[in-house]
């Protein structure tokens, strides 16, 4: 276990630097922490870009820390040797390295993510690209299709035509669409006669894991609004979303989500009436790539895309709700 996660970082530093990284073992610093940070971390020295810097590698163990006690356990470290250190972590949530980034603890999670704030570094979730003509991120039409599938209905062996009708795309888009799928090796292609259909090998969270990186947040931006008609066929999204499928709380002004392209059109028709700032306005519009619509559930944002739209949030509360989201829809 110890070797393969050296191995880990080892790998991750040289792939960032472009050199293999000096590390050095110093079990001897261990004597000047306190005992539960001794079971907790192992102390190496190592050169980073040029620096020295003290790694706090991070044993396996039991339970969840959270960002807060990540952050006291770096204090303490930093304040016991007099030394600048970063923690090794491995298998954190996306909520902890946000809160970690806000706190600015310097961190590595080997394979995934770099914060080092002391040297104004900060390698995001799943860097460095890979150099392969993959995509990094799927179109809203793709997104949409594996969205559709997981949530709604399975479009395994479903024809493409089928598909554009059910997910009001031309057939030209669901064409795109397949070969983008086909390319992140999300689906195969079976053909029956003239007659194209996709196959998912993966099912349900095994699926959900494999796309999930290639996912985005639907919005593509958002509005202060009031409305002209009450009629206006919007979903309830965000936080207000989050406060149907949860016990947390809504905020003091409800959040909406439309196609952009819709709200676009209600807009000219006097249907909504855009607002300067939030003390002018009786909602927030977020307009999103594809049509919240189709995968609402009962006029509200489905599970899968409303975690996308909030999986960056700082804030550990709706980190927590989304993450129970996500096994409670895909079990």
Same mark, same amino acid.
């Given at each position: ?15 960032? =630097?472009?050199?293999?990284?000096? !590390?050095? &073992?110093? #079990? +001897? ?9 001794? /079971? ?19 044993? &396996? ?14 204090? $303490? ?25 806000? *706190? ?7 394979? $995934? @993510?770099?914060?080092? #704030? ?9 860097? #460095?690209? %890979?150099?392969?003509?993959? *995509? ?9 299709? !594996? ?14 035509? @089928? ?10 888009? !669901?064409?795109?669409? *397949?070969?983008?799928? @086909? ?34 947040? #639907? ?10 008609? /009450? ?23 409800? $959040? ?11 807009? *000219?028709?006097?249907?909504?009436? =855009? ?33 996308? %739209? ?10 927590? +709700? !989304?993450?129970?989201?996500?096994? @409670?829809?895909?079990?």
């Amino acid at each position: 276990m110890r070797e393969s996660s050296d191995t880990l970082l080892v790998n991750y530093l040289s792939t960032i =630097g472009g050199d293999l990284p000096w !590390i050095e &073992p110093l #079990p +001897e610093l261990a004597s000047k922490l306190p005992p539960f940070l001794k /079971q907790r971390y192992r102390i190496s020295r190592a050169d980073l870009f040029g620096r020295k810097y003290l790694l706090a590698i991070e044993e &396996p163990r039991e339970g969840d820390p959270s960002p807060t006690e990540y952050a006291r356990d770096a204090r $303490t470290i930093k304040e016991r040797l007099t030394a600048d250190v970063i923690l090794v972590l491995s298998n954190i949530p996306a909520y902890v390295r946000n809160r970690l980034i806000h *706190q600015k603890v310097p961190f590595i999670v080997p394979g $995934t @993510q770099m914060f080092l #704030p002391m040297l104004m570094i900060d390698l995001r979730e799943h860097f #460095p690209k %890979s150099k392969t003509k993959s *995509q990094d991120v799927l179109s809203a039409v793709s997104q949409l299709v !594996i969205l559709y599938h997981l949530s709604r209905e399975s479009l395994s062996e479903t024809p493409l035509g @089928q598909i554009a009708s059910r997910l009001r795309y031309s057939p030209m888009a !669901i064409s795109k669409a *397949q070969d983008e799928l @086909q390319n992140a090796d999300l689906c195969e292609v079976h053909r029956s006669g003239r007659t194209l259909s996709l196959h998912f090998g993966l099912r349900g969270k095994d699926l959900w894991q494999k796309a999930a990186p290639l996912l985005s947040t #639907p919005v593509k931006r958002t509005l202060w609004f009031r409305w002209g008609k /009450q009629n206006v066929p919007a979903v309830t999204a965000g936080m207000t979303a989050l406060s149907k499928y949860s016990m947390l709380e809504d905020d003091s002004l409800p $959040t909406y989500a439309m196609r952009d392209k819709d709200f676009v059109a209600a807009l *000219q028709k006097g249907e909504a009436y =855009g607002c300067g700032g939030r003390e002018d306005a009786e909602a927030r519009m977020e307009t999103w790539k594809y049509d919240p619509s189709i995968l609402a559930r009962s006029g509200i944002a489905d599970p899968l895309s409303l975690y996308l %739209s909030l999986r960056h949030s700082a804030d550990e509360r709706v980190q927590k +709700e !989304i993450e129970k989201l996500i096994r @409670q829809t895909l079990p």
